[in-house]
């Protein structure tokens, strides 16, 4: 992956926010550091740009108000970092909850509101949201997270390179096998450190596992938010049948600890190939008459098709990863570019449709369930032989990477010390530019119409509170 | 669809197979937890999940255990909506500063009798995260606990044997 790193001044951070007003590059993430402000950019080259900033007393000037997808980060940055931007936009706390929040005003005849959370009615992670609604037509949905804030950045400072590993593998358990990956990598471009080709397949096969086993089970999911019990009672037997053959294959249901810096932790086992070509036949063979009844059952589709509708327009500004914005026409998938190893000798299409219901963010992940199973049968059938991990060199520097987690591309940049201890690493979840989204998509919707819009997004709480 | 439901009539359920001595420790359990559960609590307890700041692999596992292969509701153990209705509340999470008030305030809205599970290794001592500042550090810091289900995540067996162990220490 090509990239530039630069120290810049305030005059330099300010274009770099023209420019991303412009639309000329897309947010890949904002973060800080006690003193110094980090953002990355993506050109549409593919090439990132990494801009350090040295803050003076702590202040720098507002990205957000130039492009609102930066808005939380930098309120995040300034409750873990102390960096103020001071002509923000918004400078109300995010993740830290101390004094209480004032929520935005909603104006307007009949207005009333209705308060969520952080405690849900289901088994789901907790986060609040407030509903201004007028009748059941929600009119504003303003979202609180932060409940699931566990200090993961903090932690990662001064920590050795296996604590590390350890804990980006738990900062969104669904996305264990893709956060490990993307901190693995990025640490791996700092020290310049290669990895086995055996290690490079298998973490691609635990990938496309988590993929298809998320896939599935939210497929189902959704369809219960609509009230139809039988896709989610058929898609949940689908997935458990993925998170067990993870189980005999790596020896982890979630795959969690299998991949670590420099390789992988665990081999296949021994029956671990064949034991995955009966899983995809299973899932060749039982998935395809789901699909068709999705499709078929009208009173589901009605539930569906032009539900929470996400404007193409929106999620480029934002630049929604995953099946949020290939469901609105965004075509990116961190696998094809900037793109990384061993997907580059693989064959996979990305689909996308631009209608951006939640139709069409079902649609898309049905699609790519079919894309994960060849990807797997591709692996499988051509996985290389060697070691399973490589020692790494011991060195000052700087690295990054992008990895296509089931829900979108995940960020992560790691500065390693001179000492072989992690000196600060950020991992960022795509929710952070998915959970925005789902404000405006469910503006108009009714109040009812939540539950679906929430799980066809489905973003991270626990990812993005980290 | 009505092909669907045909051939799942024709084909029987997928919960798997009745409890049987020598079948694996997750049917033995099943068999045990269902007697003693009927024992105590006249069939039926009724389960709050609260997530305190999970990286959320706890609740894909808890998840797991009402898929159709699992089927906890067979043994009349079922996951409520409400505090209200609970009598059990199996708490996932290192327990952020952030979710310690909401949980607190759960615990005062479910009823007596009441148990606390503490589900997975952060519940217990904060696990990975225990040396953040931004945790309170394990479920017992904040409420008095009766049963810890250790973990990361628990499988679905574990939560099993974990809900076994609680129903028999239930007085």
């Known amino acids: ?466 | 669809m009505r092909r669907i439901f045909l051939r799942n009539l024709v084909n029987g359920p997928l919960t798997e197979a009745a409890p049987a001595p020598d079948e694996g420790a997750l049917v033995e359990l099943a068999e045990r937890l269902q007697q003693a559960a009927r024992a105590r609590l006249g069939r039926s307890l009724s389960i709050r999940e609260v997530d305190a700041g999970s990286c959320n692999g706890c609740e894909l596992e808890i998840h797991a255990l009402n898929n159709v292969l699992y089927d906890l509701e067979r043994f009349g153990l079922r996951f409520v909506a409400s505090p209200r209705h609970a009598d059990v509340l199996f708490v996932t999470g290192p327990v952020t500063q952030n979710m310690r008030e909401a949980l607190e305030r759960t615990y005062r809205a479910t009823p007596d009798p009441k148990w606390v599970v503490a589900v997975g290794d952060c519940a217990r001592d904060g696990g990975v995260f225990s040396d953040s500042p931004a945790i309170v550090g394990g479920v017992s810091n904040v409420l008095p606990v009766d049963l810890h289900i250790s973990g990361c995540p628990p499988n679905p067996t574990a939560l099993l044997k974990g809900l076994l162990a609680l129903v028999e220490t239930v007085k």
């Open chain 1, 1 to 466: 992956m090509k990239r530039t790193s630069t120290e810049v001044d305030t005059s330099a951070w300010r274009a770099a926010g023209e420019r991303l007003r412009a639309g000329d590059a897309s947010l890949l993430s904002l973060w800080g550091e006690p003193g110094t402000a980090h953002m990355a950019l993506l050109d549409p080259s593919g090439a990132v740009s990494l801009l350090h900033l040295r803050c003076a007393d702590d202040r720098l000037p507002s990205i957000a108000r130039l492009h609102a997808p930066a808005t939380r980060l930098e309120r995040a940055m300034r409750d873990l970092a102390g960096l103020d931007a001071e002509d923000a936009p918004d400078r109300r706390p995010w993740l830290r909850h101390e004094a209480p929040y004032a929520f935005l005003p909603a104006a307007g005849e009949s207005l009333h509101q209705i308060a969520v959370g952080p405690v849900h009615a289901g088994i789901i992670e907790p986060g609040h949201f407030r509903f201004t609604a007028n009748g059941e037509t929600v009119v504003r949905l303003e979202e609180r997270l932060g409940y699931a804030h566990k200090g993961i950045d903090g932690l990662m400072a001064g920590a050795p390179i296996a604590r590390g590993a350890t804990l980006a593998g738990r900062v969104s358990g669904d996305s264990t096998v893709a956060f490990a990956l993307a901190f693995s990598r990025a640490l791996e471009d700092a020290l310049g450190a290669p990895v086995p080709p055996r290690a490079v397949w298998l973490r691609a096969l635990a990938a496309e596992l988590e993929r298809l086993a998320n896939h599935l089970g939210d497929i189902g999911a959704i369809c219960n938010d609509a009230s139809f019990v039988l896709m989610h009672a058929s898609c949940a037997a689908l997935r458990e049948q993925v998170l067990r053959a993870a189980h005999a294959c790596f020896g982890h249901r979630l795959m969690m600890d299998c991949v670590i810096p420099g390789g992988v932790a665990r081999d296949l086992t021994a029956d671990g190939a064949q034991r995955i070509g009966s899983l995809i036949a299973f899932l060749r063979r039982e998935f395809p008459p789901l699909v068709e009844l999705y499709e078929n059952t009208a009173s589901l589709k009605d539930r569906t098709v032009s539900t929470g509708i996400l404007s193409p327009a929106l999620a480029k500004q934002f630049g929604a990863g995953g099946y949020v914005g290939r469901a609105s026409g965004r075509h990116f998938d961190a696998r094809r570019s900037p793109g990384y190893a061993p997907y580059d000798v693989l064959q996979f299409d990305v689909p996308v449709v631009q209608s951006g219901d939640v139709n069409a963010r079902v649609w898309i992940r049905v699609q790519e369930v079919e894309q994960s199973l060849r990807l797997v049968e591709q692996i499988i059938s051509a996985l290389p032989a060697g070691p399973l991990a490589a020692p790494l060199p011991s060195k000052a520097g700087e690295g990054i990477a992008l990895v296509e987690g089931f829900r979108g591309d995940i960020f992560a940049w790691v500065r390693m010390g001179a000492d072989g201890r992690i000196e600060r690493s950020h991992l960022r979840d795509p929710s952070w530019f998915q959970w925005p989204l789902l404000e405006a998509a469910i503006e108009g919707n009714i109040v009812a119409d939540f539950p679906i819009c929430n799980k066809s997004f489905n973003c991270s709480y626990s990812g993005h509170d980290v």
